[in-house]
């Protein structure tokens, strides 16, 4: 139930899922191009009968993150990449990032792990509770988790738990991503 009232917080509040055109939020408004239509109250929608596709929060192409897509002029191209693909592009930072009450990412604990913020689906029977730690690829080398993002392979051989895809990333990709996670560890 709890879980259920968060992915319907963050779905009013547009923070993990895109609103459908026409549907306002607190910070927008429909143009006249969208639907005039007013959105249904918050109130009105009962919790248990919201259905949120995992798909929709995990690769939401809106979801705003916390860290800017700019890197630091500083950082290695390939650092830089990674993080962009981490945070804006493969959303790893949605479901391995702890969250406040209200649902934002604790800035200070990105990739740290967490609670999975959605329920599991009655049809899905293998379901991670919780995301594992991946800042600094904590268990995992580089290599590890090339090969996770490239051949969707844990480091065990088997494939991960939903909601985790077995992603099938370009090498370059995954690289990058791999670079990045492991320039996190602390003390660096």
Same mark, same amino acid.
């Given at each position: ?21 026409g549907v306002a939020t607190?910070? =927008?408004? %429909?143009?006249?191009? $969208?639907? +005039? &239509?007013?959105?249904? %109250? ?6 248990? $009968? =919201?259905?949120? +596709?995992?798909?929709?929060?995990? *690769? ?11 890197? @630091?002029?500083?950082?290695? &191209?390939? #650092?830089? /990449? !990674?993080?962009?693909? #981490? ?10 990032? @702890? ?7 604790? =800035? ?7 609670? #999975? %913020?959605?329920? $599991? ?10 995301? +594992?730690?991946?800042? !600094? ?5 580089? $290599?590890? *988790?090339?090969?996770?993002? #490239?051949? !969707?392979?844990? /480091?065990d051989g088997t494939y %991960?738990?939903?909601? *985790? /895809? +077995?992603?099938? *990333? ?19």
């Amino acid at each position: 139930m709890i879980r259920s009232i968060f992915v319907i917080a963050l779905l009013i509040a547009g923070t993990a899922v895109a609103q459908p055109a026409g549907v306002a939020t607190e910070d =927008t408004a %429909p143009t006249s191009a $969208e639907s +005039p &239509a007013a959105p249904e %109250p918050a109130a009105a929608i009962p919790a248990q $009968e =919201t259905i949120v +596709p995992v798909e929709m929060l995990l *690769m939401s192409s809106q979801t705003p993150s916390p860290v800017p897509v700019e890197a @630091p002029a500083d950082m290695p &191209a390939d #650092v830089a /990449r !990674g993080q962009y693909l #981490v945070h804006h592009v493969t959303m790893c930072v949605q479901c391995h990032s @702890p969250r406040q009450p209200n649902g934002k990412l604790i =800035t200070d604990q990105l990739l740290m792990g967490a609670p #999975v %913020p959605v329920d $599991e689906p009655s049809y899905v029977k293998d379901w991670a509770y919780q995301a +594992p730690a991946i800042a !600094g690829l904590p268990g995992y080398s580089k $290599e590890d *988790m090339v090969r996770l993002l #490239v051949q !969707g392979i844990t /480091r065990d051989g088997t494939y %991960p738990a939903a909601p *985790m /895809r +077995p992603f099938r *990333m370009k090498q370059e990709d995954a690289e990058a991503i791999a670079v990045y996670l492991d320039s996190l560890r602390r003390g660096r």
